[in-house]
């Protein structure tokens, strides 16, 4: 199920934060809240239920997914980000899978800190 966090300015940026754990995914989204006022941020727990989802909301700019464990299995949800021009970011995924699909996604490692994930998103 995707959460949508707030109710987003007009023209604002879309995220997706998906993440198994809670208590780091709540992380994420307080950053992406911090570094992108105004953002909607929305939140799944798994990427299967992640492509429709996105695809309902209209708009992803940036994917954020935290593993281990968040495996692409399915070119479907990548061809959406890639005609969206969306950008992904992944804190301890593996990039191959993505890159297979022609995602270039910036990586990060666990664990990692507000300041390292604001870097991170400032350069997209």
Not at 12 to 38: H, K, M, N, S, Y
Not at 43 to 63: D, F
Not at 67 to 91: C, D, E, I, Q, W
Request: overall charge negative; charged content about 15%; proline content about 6%.
């Amino acid at each position: 199920m995707l959460i949508t966090v707030e109710k987003p300015t007009v023209g604002a940026r879309q995220f997706g934060v998906v993440c198994r754990d809670p208590v780091i995914q709540i992380d994420a989204v307080e950053t992406l809240r911090e570094v992108f006022p105004g953002a909607a941020v929305h939140m799944a727990h798994g990427l299967g239920s992640t492509e429709a989802e996105i695809e309902a909301q209209g708009a992803c700019s940036v994917l954020l997914v935290i593993g281990p464990g968040m495996h692409v299995r399915s070119g479907a949800l990548a061809s959406r980000l890639v005609a969206r021009g969306a950008s992904v970011v992944l804190v301890d995924c593996n990039p191959a899978e993505w890159e297979a699909f022609g995602i270039q996604p910036i990586e990060l490692e666990l664990p990692f800190t507000s300041e390292t994930l604001a870097a991170a998103l400032q350069s997209i």
